[in-house]
């Protein structure tokens, strides 16, 4: 079992659609969520991260978490064609350091 | 946010040459930089965690021989690809931790590395 997990997709919605993004952890112990942003050939962009149950709204991006089912999401509401990239879950491993660990990314594909 | 700079952005060289990548936080002291590798389509994978004055902790199947990272500095960590093959050419991105910050990674914009 892969330590952090994603639908590679491709997703495609359609301009101004809800794109949701699911990831998937194995460590019950990991403490922080992160979700970075990757335009092809350049590196990660932070867009989120999230530490405790529920939701974390930051304009027209919601991280939510749930610890009990290992599992973490982003919605990207209002989806413009800028915001296709790849996605990418990460999570921090306990034990120190804040090591993340990335999911393989999910390619979203916003047409207009 | 804050500010890691890598260089070289791209760089080609001969099969058995030794190439230094630098990683710099620019307007931070970064207590920890970790190095990653990403092939195309792949996602990142780490390599190795290193932290200023000590020496660094290679992942699980990283030779560490082959990939010298050094951390001299709160504001500058190297890796150095040593005797170089085109089984090594990737993407290497650096991040790294601030102190004071919430735990979020800040990443270099990545070197390319093609071995011919």
């Known amino acids: 079992q892969k330590e952090v997990e994603q639908n590679s997709g491709p997703l495609s919605v359609p301009e101004g659609a809800i794109a949701s993004l699911n990831c998937t952890y194995s460590?019950?112990?990991?403490?922080?969520f992160f979700w970075y942003r990757q335009y092809s050939g350049k590196s990660p962009e932070l867009i989120m991260f999230?530490?405790?149950?529920g939701d974390k709204e930051d304009g027209r991006f919601t991280a939510q978490l749930n610890k009990a089912s290992q599992y973490v999401s982003l919605l990207i509401r209002d989806s413009q064609p800028s915001d296709s990239a790849t996605y990418l879950c990460?999570?921090?491993?306990?034990?120190?350091?804040?090591?993340?660990?990335f999911g393989a990314g999910t390619r979203l594909a916003v047409h207009p | 946010g804050a500010v890691v700079s890598q260089h070289p952005s791209r760089v080609i060289c001969k099969s058995g040459t030794s190439v230094k990548i630098e990683c710099r936080s620019l307007?931070?002291?970064?207590?920890?930089m970790f190095w990653y590798r990403q092939f195309p389509k792949k996602s990142l994978m780490l390599m190795a965690t290193?932290?200023?004055?000590?020496?660094?902790?290679?992942e699980q199947g990283v030779e560490k021989d082959k990939f010298l990272i050094n951390h001299a500095s709160l504001t500058l960590s190297t890796l150095t690809v040593t005797s170089a093959h085109p089984e090594d050419s990737s993407f290497y991105i650096c991040?790294?931790?601030?102190?004071?910050?919430?735990?979020?990674?800040?990443f270099g914009e990545g070197s390319r590395l093609t071995v011919l």
């Open positions: 991040s790294a931790k601030g102190q004071g910050f919430s735990g979020e990674l800040f």
């Open positions: 460590d019950r112990g990991s403490q922080s």
């Open positions: 999230i530490y405790s149950n």
């Open positions: 990460a999570v921090s491993k306990s034990g120190g350091y804040n090591k993340l660990i």
């Open positions: 307007d931070f002291q970064a207590t920890t």
């Open positions: 290193s932290n200023e004055g000590s020496k660094a902790t290679y």
